[in-house]
């Protein structure tokens, strides 16, 4: 585990423990990792990045490639600090999500990643859904993924044989999910959090 991450998250109010929430995935769990709590402060994203680009600096890396909406600024600060350290342009570009769930590379930046060596970049890994959607997007546009790495993998399972390439993360934390029928916490009586997560939408889906 990077304990600077896992400390950066903790100042910015990113990681809410003992609690109650619902992912975008539908799963519960009781620790909410808030990415969006990191994003206003640009000295801690811009470390992040950091982390990312000083990971990867040995990688040959020539696009980085992240999943709108989060994964834009991280694989912008990636790409300026990998270019910082190579003194030459790393360029930066993200995939959207498509109608029926995807992922693509939209905007005309797939030219960009045609028959090059990517990273791609997450912020947070819950099933690896996302992540897997991206890399796939990456190799319908010709480029060629060395590596996949997260700023935190909450899924233990998570590994390289769940991507079909070599996964990293910055951080681990690991916290048990549950579907809403075998979920411990509501049976334990402990509301939902309505604040963060999709847990507002899962409540109004059961009305």
């Known amino acids: ?12 109010g990113g990681i809410l423990p003992n609690s109650h929430f619902v992912g975008t995935s539908g799963l519960h769990f009781d620790t909410y990792v808030n990415k969006d709590c990191l994003y206003p402060h640009t ?3 811009s470390r ?17 490639v992240g999943p709108a909406l989060g994964g834009i600024i991280i694989s912008q600060w990636t790409a300026y600090y990998l270019s910082e350290i190579h ?3 790393i360029l930066g570009v993200f995939t959207e999500k498509t109608p029926e769930g995807g992922q693509k590379i939209t905007r ?13 970049v997450e912020d947070i890994v819950t099933t690896g859904g996302s992540m897997a ?10 480029g060629n993924v060395v590596a996949a790495c997260a700023m935190i ?19 681990d934390l690991f916290v048990p999910t ?21 847990g507002k939408k899962f409540l109004e889906s059961q009305i």
Do not use: W
């Open 1 to 12: 585990m990077d304990n600077e991450v896992i400390e950066i998250l903790t100042r910015v």
């Open 87 to 89: 003194k030459m342009e």
């Open 133 to 142: 959607k991206t890399v796939k997007a990456v190799q319908d546009a010709g």
């Open 108 to 120: 005309g930046y797939d030219k960009y990643v045609k028959n090059k060596k990517v990273l791609v």
């Open 178 to 198: 549950y579907g809403s029928e075998q979920c411990p916490i509501c049976k334990a009586g402990i509301p939902i959090d309505t604040t963060v997560g999709h």
């Open 48 to 64: 992040i990045g950091r982390i990312f680009a000083d990971k990867f600096k040995d990688a040959d890396i020539q696009v980085v």
């Open 43 to 45: 000295k801690e994203t």
């Open 153 to 171: 993998n909450k899924y233990e399972n998570m590994g390289s044989e769940v991507l079909g390439v070599p996964f990293f993360a910055l951080a």
